[in-house]
């Protein structure tokens, strides 16, 4: 399971603009909503592994611990037609031999 957030256009603002200190990622990382995604051999079987299940703040904290959660750095991907695509790649020296 992976925690998720709705705010993925902040998060890749993030990419030329980096977090300078841990205050700055405390302020990003406490507004918003959160979501818990997935499962692992942990996870109940009745729960929909692919159903975003909101995590519950009070006072700023989480009201659920979850065990198994990790995080994934992912950004959203930029919008290019496939044909800029398949050009990118092949001008990628490591790619050919």
Avoid: M, Q, W
Wanted: glycine share 6%; proline share 6%.
């Amino acid at each position: 399971a992976e925690f998720v957030c709705e705010d993925a256009k902040s998060l890749d603002k993030k990419i030329d603009s980096p977090f300078t200190n841990a205050d700055e990622v405390k302020s990003f990382l406490t507004r918003g909503d959160y979501y818990v995604i997935g499962g692992s051999g942990l996870t109940s079987p009745v729960l929909i592994k692919t159903t975003p299940y909101k995590v519950p703040y009070k006072a700023g904290k989480p009201k659920e611990l979850y065990s198994d959660v990790g995080f994934r750095l992912a950004f959203s991907s930029p919008h290019k037609k496939l044909s800029e695509e398949l050009s990118t790649l092949l001008r990628k020296s490591y790619l050919i031999d």
